[in-house]
């Protein structure tokens, strides 16, 4: 039992692991998705992200109270509760898939600044790399996470540039509400890239890792198991967080699609494969400006998204090890921890030297996502639902429900990813 009760916190601190997350959702990689469906199929994907906002909040939020409730990330529940090969077989899948979106995300905002500054993109890359990797493992825990909180700020890049460009919010409105469904192969394909895009496993380790992160360095908090007492402000907190979260990087990608749809679809350009070529084909259509908000968007939600990729493997591969781990740590109190960010980091680099075609590499990653996340996904939510991990904070029926329908989406697109491939 936890001698006194956490400080309340303000209004940024109440923000935390769930805005963090869900921005970090939004990556550039995510920003690629968007706009291509938006390019592709104007207003008639916007509803997408209305569907797939209750699904993606409450697995989130499942996520979040498993590390907040017994003090541990998804891997570290998963090792008390599975066989060692189901705990290797997902935390190699997701290590797989964050370093090639890490990879990838690192040389779209190596284009992205290219686009902007001229100059060699490689070196951009390499500088973006380093400088993320020395902040998250050099920089102390409160001040790193009050980092990535104003990176989410970068966010509102897309807003700005919906502002500015003409969008018939009519007929948004109508194709969100009133959608009409396509029936062509590659309207359902997009489907499945954008729901793989938001509901994606390395959110799921990394926001509950966080939380039991949070908890740890709280002056006064401890696993709510041991402090039931501050369970009701607790998980309060996390529903809010969770939720806001998870609107905002919905939105934020709602306007992405909007952006691209009055632009690009518009003026009949419809093949976008990765987010800075996205940026450069705005700037003849939609002007100077918006190319330039929409590409400084792109570094910095990538500033925001790379951090996270590498710390959700690192958290993941560590808690499956029973290595010390967090962020917390200082670097030679968590040595493997952080060699683990240190190394991703560095295959992330290395991924924009090869010759592999980014797009393909993403294509592979989505698979990856795809596959992972349901397992994960059935994985959580029955540890959600035992009492020997959750104690008395086993999760109600109507969340439970909400949990296992995102699964049951989720495995609808995995199979349809699975089909893709052999094709």
């Known amino acids: 039992m936890a001698s006194e009760a956490p400080p309340p916190r303000g209004a940024l601190r109440f923000l935390g692991p769930g805005l963090i997350t869900g921005a970090a959702d939004d ?8 706009s291509q469906v938006g390019a ?24 979040a109270r498993i590390g907040r409730v017994t003090g541990h990330g998804i891997a570290g529940n998963a090792r008390r509760c599975y066989s060692a090969l189901l705990l290797y077989v997902l935390v190699g899948l997701l290590l797989v898939a964050n370093l090639v979106n890490l990879g990838a995300d690192l040389g779209a905002m190596g284009a992205a600044l290219a686009l902007l500054l001229g100059g060699p993109q490689h070196v ?69 890239a954008v729901l ?13 890792s966080e939380e039991a992160e949070d908890e740890r360095v709280t002056p006064g908090a401890a696993p709510l198991r041991e402090a039931q007492g501050q369970a009701p402000r607790e998980l309060h907190r996390i529903r809010l967080d969770t939720y806001a979260g998870m609107g905002f990087s919905n939105l934020i990608s709602f306007f992405i699609i909007v952006t691209t749809a009055a632009t690009l679809n518009a003026h009949g350009i419809t093949d976008i494969q990765t987010s800075a070529q996205a940026a450069e084909a705005l700037r003849p259509i939609a002007g100077q400006f918006t190319f330039v908000i929409f590409a400084a968007g792109i570094i910095g939600t990538g500033l925001l998204a790379v951090p996270v990729f590498a710390g959700s493997a690192a958290y993941a591969v560590g808690e499956a090890l029973g290595w010390p781990i967090g962020l917390a ?30 797009i393909k590499a993403l294509f592979w990653a ?30 109600p029926p109507l969340l439970a429900g909400m949990g296992w329908l995102a699964t049951a989406v989720m495995a609808v697109t995995a199979l349809a990813m699975l089909v893709t491939a052999a094709m």
Request: positive net charge; hydrophobic residues 55%.
């Open 27 to 34: 990556d550039p990689s995510g920003i690629a998705t968007y």
């Open 329 to 358: 740590r200082r670097p030679l109190q968590a040595k493997a921890f952080y060699g683990t960010i240190a190394l991703s980091t560095l295959i992330g680099i290395a991924i924009n030297f090869t010759p592999l075609d980014p």
């Open 196 to 208: 793989g895009t938001t509901i994606s496993p390395y959110l799921f380790f990394w926001q509950s």
């Open 40 to 63: 592709q199929f104007g207003y008639n994907m916007t509803w997408v992200m209305l569907f797939s906002y209750p699904l993606m909040a409450a697995i989130q939020e499942i996520s």
């Open 124 to 192: 951009y890359v390499v500088g973006f790399a380093v400088g993320c990797a020395v902040l998250e493992i050099f920089m102390s825990y409160q001040r790193y996470v009050a980092v990535l909180k104003w990176l989410t700020l970068s966010l509102f890049a897309y807003v700005a540039t919906v502002l500015v460009v003409d969008v018939p919010w009519g007929e948004v409105a109508v194709a969100t509400f009133l959608p009409k469904f396509l029936l062509r192969q590659d309207y359902f394909l997009s489907i499945v």
């Open 366 to 395: 989505a698979v990856a996502n795809g596959v992972i996340a349901v397992p994960s996904m059935i994985a959580m939510l029955s540890m959600a639902r035992r009492r020997d991990v959750m104690g008395p904070f086993v999760l």
